[in-house]
Structure formats: C-alpha cells, structure tokens
C-alpha cells in the first residue's frame, strides 16, 4: 500500500464519511446540496489550513509532532469509541438555514476534533499538501454520501459508520505507539 493510501484511508477513519451521512435532520428537513457544498468546502478548509498551520500550532501549543502524535491518538481513540457507541456524527443540534453549511456541518461534523487532530499530526509528519489532497477525496465521498443518502439509508449509514469508528480505533491506537516509540 503506498503512503499515500495509507495516509487516505487513515483520514478516511477519522472524518468517517458514513458518520456524515448519518448526521443529517430526518428527510422531511433534507440539505440542499448548495448547503452540502458549501459546508464539504469549509470542512476541506478547515482541514486544509490545520494541517498547512501544524507546525505553527505545535510551535504555540510547546509541543513536539512526536509527543502530539500520543494526544492526537487519543482523540481520534475517543472519538473512534464514541461512534462505535453512538453511531452516527455525534452532532444532534438544529440544522437551520444556510449556517447550518458552516455550523454544524463543516464543524463539528466534517471537521471534526478527530480530523483536525489527524491534520495536524500527520501534516507535522507527511507534509501539508499530501493530508490536503487526501482530505479533498474524503471530504468529497463525505458530501456526495450526504447528496445522496437524502434521508434513505441510515440503518447502513449507521452500520458502516461504527465500523469505520472500530477502524479509527485501531488507527488511534497506532498512532499511540508510534508516539510514544518516537519519544
């Protein structure tokens, strides 16, 4: 598997695009998909400049990629848990209007604190732009599960988010090791 697969699918993990889809109001209150875009391009952003920003933020925060590796693993472990637990994006909250797009669609939903967490880890180790192209195809599969769930689906929706929360897991716990190795 190349490096850049790995990296995907790691990402994959913790944006979690099933979860996504299984966050949505009932389908009587279906998004629009100018909200679906809108919300998929500020969630991709948010990402993006995370991980552009992960040096700096780990130069604020007095942390080495190596030691913030351990706590980015423990995140995407408790949030792999939770969706194991709870299925779906934790997020319950309204989904009103067109702000719905930034809050709470783009965050905390696709942005997730389990996403950026991986953003900066692995943008700090792998480098900006490789966890930004790979974010653009997750966030994307995120959206059109979104555009095309529309209210159907969410027992599989449901299903396949908390495997894909059981793959986050095991990610986390790696991610854990290698930290705590590299110290």
């Known amino acids: 598997m190349t490096d850049f697969l790995q990296l995907a699918l790691y990402l994959f993990a913790a944006i979690n695009p099933a979860a996504v889809a299984a966050a949505p109001p009932p389908p009587h209150r279906a998004l629009l998909r100018s909200t679906v875009a809108l919300g998929a391009a500020a969630g991709f952003a948010l990402i993006a400049i995370a991980a552009a920003c992960s040096g700096t933020i780990l130069d604020a925060l007095g942390v080495e990629p190596e030691t913030f590796r351990v706590g980015a693993g423990v995140v995407l ?20 209007g067109r702000g719905g797009a930034i809050f709470p669609l783009a965050l905390p939903v696709i942005a997730s604190p389990a996403a950026l967490a991986a953003a900066i880890s692995y943008g700090a ?17 995120a959206g059109l599960l979104l555009i095309l769930r529309a209210g159907r689906y969410q027992a599989a929706c449901d299903g396949v988010a908390r495997v894909t929360g ?18």
Do not use: C, E, K, M
């Open 77 to 96: 472990l408790v949030s792999g848990a939770l969706t194991v637990w709870q299925g779906g994006a934790a997020h319950r909250g309204p989904w009103d």
């Open 125 to 141: 180790d792998d480098g900006a732009g490789r966890v930004a192209a790979a974010a653009a195809v997750v966030v994307a599969v």
């Open 166 to 183: 059981a793959a986050l897991v095991a990610v986390a716990a790696g991610l854990i090791v290698d930290g705590v190795r590299a110290i």
